[in-house]
């Protein structure tokens, strides 16, 4: 987590950001965001979430950072600020992948 000390502050901006992550629909807002910057109409189109649903996630979103938004005549723009969020998703998902498999594999022997 770098070299600096890990200040109750810190701590509180890390966990603030955790737990924005941990809402499925942000995940997902943030996925369709992945290959470049769409408009809020568009996100609500290839999530499935109603508007105000996704207006509200972005918000959340745009206040801790993970993404900017821009108006363009009667249109709202999003686009992510740093695509490194995905590393950490990408960590997660091998992580489960590796545990399913072990699962799997003491299920197959029981």
């Known amino acids: 987590m770098g070299t600096g000390k890990m200040t109750p502050e810190l701590l509180t901006l890390i966990a603030d950001r955790f737990r924005a992550l941990s809402e499925p629909a942000r995940l997902q807002i943030l996925n369709a965001l992945r290959d470049g910057e769409k408009t809020v109409t568009q996100l609500v189109e290839e999530t499935g979430l109603g508007q105000a649903n996704v207006s509200k996630h972005l918000q959340v979103l745009h206040s801790l950072g993970f993404i900017s938004r821009r108006k363009q005549g009667l249109f709202v723009y999003c686009t992510l ?12 998902c091998g992580r489960l992948e590796t545990e399913l498999s072990s699962r799997k594999k003491i299920l197959a022997v029981g």
């Open 81 to 92: 600020t740093d695509k490194d969020v995905f590393r950490l998703c990408d960590l997660m």
